[in-house]
Structure formats: structure tokens, C-alpha cells
Nanobody, 122 residues
């Protein structure tokens, strides 16, 4: 059973940057993704990456500002966010064990981390 632990969240000013990490244990070679959620809203897919590091998809709201990558030797997924906007404030989750469907759809993934909070202020 895969287990995911996110880190790297924090509070930054708009225009700043953060890099999130997601370390996987009991890892199965699968597509991985980052999602985010604010209270009262559905979980939103942010970026997804194939097992080999290609076939990447970004949500339109982050394309050109966020970069997803993975290091399979370290079983770690990353999300570089630069520059950040106030509207990027959310709890960020990583997910894996892709079961088919949309790459940025929450229902397509079976294993989730506990989340890391990102707060961007003006």
C-alpha cells in the first residue's frame, strides 16, 4: 500500500515561490498528481505527471507558473510554484495509484497524502 507525505507548504507574499515535496513509500510505479482544496470547494487538479516523467498536464490557472517533476530514485514528487498569487492559497495534496480517467480528476486516484497548507498574502 502506497503512503504519501507532503511537505514544503508555508506562508509567502504574492510573487514569491514555494516548492512542495511528496515522498512516497510502499510506492507503485504510477501517474502522480497535485491537487488543492479550499474550504467549501471541490478538490481541484493542479498538475499531473506520468511514471516516466513525461505526459504532463496542468490546470489552466497554473500553467506557466507551476512546474511538476518527479525523482523516481528518491520516490519523490515535486511542485515548484513561481510566481504565487493570492488565489493559490489552499491545502495542497499529492495523489497516486492512477486508476484511469482524467489526469486531473480526483476520482482517478486511490492514494492521497495528508496535505500541506499554502497561504499567499498580498
Amino acid at each position: 500500500q502506497a503512503h504519501l507525505v507532503e511537505s514544503g507548504g508555508g506562508s509567502v507574499l504574492a510573487g514569491g515561490s514555494l516548492r512542495l515535496s511528496c515522498e512516497a513509500s510502499g510506492y507503485m510505479y504510477s501517474r502522480m498528481a497535485w491537487f488543492r482544496q479550499v474550504p467549501g470547494k471541490e478538490r481541484e487538479g493542479v498538475a499531473s505527471i506520468a511514471p516516466g516523467g513525461g505526459l504532463i498536464e496542468y490546470a489552466g490557472s497554473v500553467e506557466g507558473r507551476f512546474t511538476i517533476s518527479r525523482d523516481n530514485a528518491k520516490n519523490t514528487l515535486y511542485l515548484l510554484m513561481d510566481p504565487l498569487k493570492v488565489e493559490d492559497t489552499a491545502m495542497y495534496y499529492c495523489a497516486t495509484v492512477f486508476t484511469g480517467g482524467g489526469w486531473l480528476a480526483a476520482v482517478s486516484y486511490n492514494v492521497w497524502g495528508q496535505g500541506t497548507q499554502v497561504t499567499v498574502s498580498s
